[in-house]
């Protein structure tokens, strides 16, 4: 079945830095895909739909500026999180809209935990 | 996207059926009943979807009521591996137009031996 791929599963950095979270289709192609965030015992919050080649939807509250996100590809989308504070940390996670030959809507990655010290 | 209401936890005993239910009432004639399950640490998996029909495939069954005002997803012998936060989500499909994918707060299931 079709595979979304993130990387890294995990990272630790300074506060001020910047980290950058790649999500990839590996078998499919990807015209959209959507990322969100999750806090402990929390559901998840959609931040911001990205679609290929164009600039990305932001939900309401979140910082554009702040959360950079690229979807130069149909198979790759990467967020930035320009001058992370430890506010920040939390688990952040991928999902790309499937091809509609398939049963599913979206595939979902297996997400990156970002810990800001 | 009409909005869901779901129990927030629920008990179930490994091996028996655990039917996890899902409020829907204002759900408008062209919106599905999808189910996605996030284990604890990882992204969220899909699991089934439904129009108005039951629908059943390997992980699961979806009984969705004649009125569409309810559901009930059924895992028919739950498993440890089954402890998850299941997410019911009604909203048009994707093929129809842009949309986004929203989750509600879901149902902390707890397998128990």
């Known amino acids: 079945g079709a595979v979304v791929s993130q990387h890294p599963s995990w990272v630790i950095c300074k506060s001020g830095t910047s980290v950058k979270i790649e999500c990839r289709s590996l078998?499919?192609?990807?015209?959209?895909m959507f990322w969100y965030r999750q806090f402990p015992k929390q559901s998840l919050m959609l931040m911001a739909t990205s679609n290929e080649g164009s600039k990305a939807t932001y939900e309401q509250g979140v910082e554009k500026d702040k959360f950079l996100i690229n979807h130069a590809s149909l198979t790759l989308s990467t967020l930035t999180v320009t001058s992370a504070h430890p506010e920040d940390s939390s688990f952040y996670i991928c999902?790309?809209?499937?091809?509609?030959?398939?049963?599913?809507?979206?595939?979902f990655g297996q997400g990156t935990r970002l810990t800001v010290v | 996207d009409a909005k869901t209401t779901q129990p927030p936890s629920m008990d179930c005993a490994e091996g028996r059926a655990a039917n996890l239910p899902c409020n829907h009432s204002t759900i408008s004639g062209n919106e599905y009943v999808y189910w996605y399950r996030q284990i604890h640490s990882q992204g969220p998996q899909y699991i089934i979807h439904g129009l108005k029909n039951n629908e059943t495939n390997e992980m699961a069954s979806l009984i969705i009521t004649e009125d569409r005002k309810s559901s009930t997803l059924i895992l028919p012998h739950a498993t440890l591996r089954d402890t998850a936060v299941y997410y019911c989500?009604?909203?048009?499909?994707?093929?129809?137009?842009?949309?986004?994918?929203?989750f509600g707060t879901g149902t902390r299931l707890l397998v128990s031996p």
């Open positions: 989500i009604v909203r048009v499909p994707f093929r129809t137009g842009f949309q986004k994918l929203v």
């Open positions: 078998d499919f192609q990807a015209t959209t």
């Open positions: 999902s790309a809209r499937a091809p509609r030959t398939l049963n599913t809507e979206a595939f």
